[in-house]
């Protein structure tokens, strides 16, 4: 005895088969591939300068002679400080130079390789059945 199986046209007049195929859609998005934080940095430095300071005195030698002698001559200096130079530090913010800082937006072509999948009907025969396509 052999069994015969049954295909879905002995059940029906009229099958229908949805046949699928990939298509492709491409999108872009935006993805955060850094973080930069940028800042100034201070730096302290300790600077010894050696400045040269002039001071004023008034001086009055008074000269004493002996009336004994007089070859022998006493001295006396007063000396009474008038004005001097006193040194004064300003510091002066100076540039050194300019950082520029820019985004930069270039493109560039990527090839984008996928395999796709479609189906197709195929109609496979037993005997002598005419198919037409």
């Known amino acids: 005895m052999t069994e015969q199986q049954n295909s879905p046209l002995d059940q029906q007049d009229e099958v229908t088969l949805q046949l699928q195929k990939e298509e492709m859609e491409i999108n872009k998005k935006w993805v955060d591939t850094a973080d930069v934080t940028i800042y100034k940095k201070?730096?302290?430095?300790e600077k010894?300068?050696?400045v040269s300071v002039t001071?004023?005195?008034l001086i009055i030698e008074k000269k004493l002679a002996n009336p004994q002698n007089p070859t022998d001559i006493k001295l006396?200096?007063?000396r009474i400080p008038l004005s001097e130079e006193q040194i004064?530090?300003?510091l002066t913010p100076a540039?050194?130079?300019d950082v520029e800082m820019?985004?930069?937006q270039y493109e560039e072509l990527i090839q984008v390789h996928e395999t796709l999948k479609e189906e197709k009907?195929?109609?496979e025969t037993v005997g002598n059945v005419n198919v037409v396509d």
């Open 121 to 123: 009907v195929r109609i």
């Open 95 to 97: 540039i050194l130079n």
């Open 88 to 90: 004064e530090v300003t």
């Open 55 to 57: 001071h004023e005195d």
């Open 76 to 78: 006396e200096t007063i």
């Open 42 to 45: 201070k730096y302290t430095e």
């Open 48 to 50: 010894q300068v050696l």
């Open 102 to 104: 820019y985004k930069n």
